[in-house]
């Protein structure tokens, strides 16, 4: 095997190829760094590249898989921060000149669980401003660019993360979802992502955007891989006040290519009436949609709340949310904030403790209409963004005109 195969086998693969010492952590992370100084520049999806750090976790990976010490499929296996994961001592930005010098003094709960799972740091990626402002070049690091057209959008928040894997420069790292953070960027970058249900994953240590809705999770290139993820990461955290106790199953053991029987609700007032999908999206969901019922999933069409209620819950909690947590920078420090961040966040100053409040109510209710619909189906179908825009056509103002079908998921905490 050249070094060149190894930018795009996946987690499980590499995991074999490891185990049984036919690869080596050393040769695949060297492989990884050199791919990443040779394509970053371009791609912009690293912030900090720890390629020291890299090189010494691989050779205690080698060394313990040859004395037989070896700890599962992520041992000897690089991986990347979205960087608003804490990494003791190792800058943790945000993505945001406010924390341009912050080197915390411990690791995010998830961050400690894959160093224990044995698997190797390449460095932290890109993200939007505090994984919520869109693509700026106000900031001290360029956005990420989508390897598969540089002129085009990688989605975001964990716009970094979606680069990095679709380019091959890791083949694992973790992003954050608020309002389709993670799902964004895997539609645009065609590589898997998962936000887990809320609280599975723990935020502590990990820079907040929503308390309410904040999600961490994996991103990878096939759902196997995010299952060996999710794995690692998953569990209850005394320290995360969302975190919920729950028994953690066998998620790889749980993947089933046979889906006979499986029921399926399909939104689709959500595409073709709620936000009508580019044609091309909707040609495909609905492919999609013919190859389930062709390998014997039942598949019936089903309705939620209007998408935009699930969006005007989330921005009211949400954007309070925020400006709370960056209020006393944005007083002390306001020229150092990106203006796309500025953009998004400042209008909250117009919310009222009683908007907030009767959110939090309507949230509560919309949980409650919720549920029976996620009881009813095995899997609700929604539809994602479309294409990828280019980065030139962005525009903060589209945040407040427009919703998307990622936010509802957040709103539910499915």
């Known amino acids: 095997m050249t070094t060149s195969d190894l930018h795009f086998l996946g987690i499980a693969e590499t995991a074999r190829l490891i185990e049984s010492r036919a690869v080596s952590p050393v040769e695949l992370t060297d492989a990884m760094l050199s791919r990443i100084a040779v394509l970053d520049p371009q791609i912009n999806a690293f912030i900090t590249v720890t390629a020291d750090l890299a090189r010494k976790q691989a050779g205690a990976a080698e060394r313990e898989i040859a004395r037989g ?106 992003g954050s979802d608020t309002g389709g ?28 955007n929503s308390f309410t809705f904040d999600h961490c999770g994996p991103m990878a290139r096939s759902a196997e891989d995010c299952a060996i993820l999710l794995q690692a990461i998953a569990g209850y955290d005394a320290r995360d006040a969302g975190s919920i106790r729950q028994k953690i199953p066998d998620y790889r053991a749980a993947l089933d290519p046979d ?13 073709e009436e709620d936000l009508p999908a580019h044609p091309d999206h909707a040609a495909a969901l609905d492919e999609a949609i013919r190859v389930f019922g062709r390998l014997g999933a039942k598949i019936e069409d089903c309705r939620a709340r209007p998408m935009m209620d699930g969006l005007d819950i989330k921005v009211i909690i949400g954007e309070s949310e ?24 400042l209008p909250a100053c117009l919310f009222q403790a009683a908007d907030y409040v009767q959110a939090l109510r309507e949230h509560r209710r919309y949980l409650a209409e919720m549920k029976p619909l996620v009881e009813q189906y095995d899997v609700l179908l929604t539809c994602g963004f479309g294409p990828a825009p280019r980065l030139d056509e962005h525009r903060t103002v589209n945040f407040w005109r427009r919703g998307n079908a990622f936010t509802p998921s957040n709103v539910a905490r499915t």
């Open 181 to 208: 953070s993670i799902r964004g960027p895997a539609s645009f970058c065609g590589i898997t992502g998962l936000m887990p249900t809320y609280g599975l994953v723990s935020r502590a240590g990990v820079i907040p």
């Open 322 to 345: 925020i400006f709370a947590i960056h209020q006393d920078q944005l007083i002390a420090r306001p020229g150092d904030f990106g203006r796309d961040f500025l953009g998004r966040i």
């Open 69 to 174: 010490n070896y700890r599962g499929p992520l041992h000897g296996i690089p991986f990347a921060l979205k960087d608003i994961y804490n990494t003791k001592g190792i800058l943790t930005s945000g993505g945001s000149k406010i924390c341009a010098d912050n080197r915390p003094a411990a690791d995010a709960t998830a961050t400690r669980k894959l160093r224990n799972a044995g698997a190797v740091l390449l460095g932290k990626l890109q993200t939007h401003e505090f994984a919520h402002g869109g693509p700026s070049f106000d900031l001290p690091w360029p956005p990420a660019r989508n390897p598969w057209n540089l002129a085009h959008f990688t989605g975001g928040s964990s716009s970094g993360s979606g680069a990095a894997l679709a380019s091959g420069l890791t083949p694992a790292a973790l």
């Open 259 to 271: 889906i006979r029987g499986l029921k399926i609700g399909v939104l689709r007032h959500y595409w």
